[in-house]
């Protein structure tokens, strides 16, 4: 094996600069002038209590989630075996805080790491000694992907920790790919004015504006400014979603 992988990353994964988060950065991925903007369905939809609850990003297939943009870092070094890339997938679950030091798992009750794999490697030879690693950890799991879509939404997550989320054109450079998925809460659609009010109510808008300033965004972003009690984006936003 010697294939290429990376991070989906979305929200402060990226930014935040916890010393676990940064540790996570430097040890794992490349530097941030290696990233690559990539399309992926993603919206805001989750209360977090640790954000005054505020809702953070979710990756969604709802069929009301348009594209917005999230940030893939390609990891440090090159996969030669599917030890390497279920280290690379403990390190990003220590760095969420979905695995615990003295309890090492790619799954917790709020959230869980899966895998995304490039279609053109279906043929490929080793291709199944991953996928059999894959599964083997997560057959450990009391996993339900059912947790992870709201109202009416297809899995994005199949029982084995396989992502079910489309591949788009800026993924090709990559073998496989990594991301968190987290259980949204509450389990139904939230709209712009919901997303504000919320920011508007505590004053906490340090994720959004993070988000934002760093590229990632939502197809919800420019209404959730809009509706904002504090603008401060008046000299910046140009009216589009994605920049």
């Not at 402060?12 to 676990?20: D, F, N, V």
């Not at 369905?41 to 709802?62: A, C, F």
């Not at 990594?178 to 919901?194: F, G, Q, W």
């Amino acid at each position: 094996m010697e294939y290429k992988g990376g991070s989906i990353i979305i929200g402060s994964l990226l930014w935040e600069k916890t010393p676990k988060r940064e540790k996570w950065r430097k040890l794992y991925l490349k530097q941030i002038e290696n990233k690559v903007n990539v399309n992926v369905r993603i919206r805001y939809g989750r209360e977090s209590r640790t954000r005054k609850k505020t809702y953070t990003m979710i990756l969604s297939n709802h069929s009301s989630t348009d594209f917005g943009k999230a940030i893939i870092l390609p990891f440090r070094e090159t996969l030669k075996n599917a030890k390497m890339l279920d280290s690379q997938a403990f390190a990003m679950a220590g760095a969420e805080g979905i695995s615990k030091k003295n309890e090492p798992s790619l799954n917790n009750s709020w959230g869980t790491v899966g895998l995304l794999i490039n279609p053109k490697l279906e043929r490929n030879k080793n291709l199944e000694i991953v996928k059999q690693w894959w599964i083997k950890i997560y057959s450990v799991y009391d996993f339900n992907p059912s947790d992870y879509i709201i109202e009416k939404e297809s899995d994005i997550i199949d029982k084995n920790g396989f992502l079910k989320i489309e591949w788009t054109d800026e993924m090709n450079e990559f073998d496989f790919l990594i991301a968190t998925l987290t259980v949204p809460k509450p389990k139904s659609l939230l709209n712009e004015k919901i997303i504000a009010e919320k920011i508007n109510e505590t004053g906490y808008d340090e994720y959004f504006l993070n988000n934002y300033e760093n590229g990632i965004r939502t197809f919800q972003d420019e209404e959730i400014i809009n509706k904002l009690n504090k603008k401060p984006f008046d000299n910046r936003v140009d009216g589009s979603a994605i920049n």
